[in-house]
């Protein structure tokens, strides 16, 4: 993975659980300053930190709609109508079960009528099914279903502009169809909130993963990249060697503020 010019880039904003570690945010990345990939719990802060205009965010995908990827969902609107933005430039992604009462609800805490006019717009919200395939922001995405107790997507998203393929789990336990989705993925960024072992179904009840579970993901799927995020950061370096058990490909846990370029 070297840098080149018209390169993909993927900028992690935070890599832990729901609770975000000092000195980090919960699980949240942003590609190419153009698409934001759930929000965390302080995107704004997160994008300026990293000299990011968050005008530039043209497109918010949200994985699921568990708290912890879309707690900063009204600050994130809020900075955009202070701005001066017209909410309806930003497309809002998520699952169909989900997405548009979430936004819904952004918006009337936001009170954007009462402070900012009858005229004020809100985004435009694209529920997703599982299965749906979409343009957003210069790729496509392609979505299969997760594993989780919410409907959760699994995104594929491909650069129109350089071929790049990438796919993220969001929150999910091990689910081996998606692997065939994500053949043909370079680099795969998954779940790791149970640090480096595997779930054990008996008490895995929330449904997420841990690195022996990613890992036979990325092994399965035949990429050549793991990026382990969302779990704790005291966990990182065990994750990376449990998956290098099973996965033969290079395994990261990426810094806050870490860009990887495919
Ligand atoms: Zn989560
Ligand atoms: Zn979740």
Do not use: K, Q
């Given at each position: 993975m070297t840098a080149h010019a018209g390169a993909t880039r993927i900028t992690f904003l935070g890599t832990s659980t729901a609770i975000p570690d000092r000195g980090d945010d919960t699980?949240?990345?942003?590609?190419?300053?153009?698409?934001?990939?759930?929000?965390?719990?302080?995107?704004?802060?997160?994008?300026?930190?990293?000299?990011?205009?968050?005008?530039?965010?043209?497109?918010?995908?949200?994985?699921?709609?568990?708290?912890?990827?879309?707690?900063?969902?009204p600050s994130f609107l809020f900075y955009q109508v202070m701005k001066r933005r017209d909410l309806k430039e930003l497309t809002i992604v998520g699952p169909a079960d989900d997405v548009d009462h979430v936004v819904s609800c952004a918006c009337t805490f936001l009170q954007l009528e009462r402070f900012f006019g009858p005229s004020t717009t809100t985004p435009s919200v694209q529920p997703v099914q599982p299965g749906d395939d979409i343009v957003v922001a210069g790729f496509t995405l392609k979505t299969a279903a997760t594993l989780h107790p919410v409907q959760g997507i699994c995104g594929k998203l491909t650069d129109t502009a350089t071929g790049s393929v990438f796919a993220f789990t969001g929150d999910t336990a091990h689910h081996a169809p998606l692997a065939d989705h994500i053949r043909g993925a370079s680099l795969l960024i998954h779940d790791c909130t149970l640090g480096p072992v595997a779930a054990d179904p008996a008490t895995n009840q929330a449904l997420h993963a841990g690195a022996l579970d990613a890992a036979r993901i990325a092994r399965d799927a035949g990429v050549d990249t793991l990026v382990l995020i969302h779990g704790p950061r005291s966990s990182a370096s065990a994750s990376i060697d449990a998956a290098r058990t099973l996965f033969d490909g290079e395994v990261v846990w990426p810094e806050r503020d870490q860009t990887i370029t495919l």
């Open positions: 699980a949240s990345f942003v590609v190419n300053d153009r698409i934001l990939v759930d929000t965390g719990w302080s995107a704004i802060e997160n994008l300026i930190r990293n000299d990011i205009d968050p005008l530039t965010i043209d497109c918010l995908i949200f994985t699921h709609m568990h708290h912890d990827h879309y707690l900063s969902l």
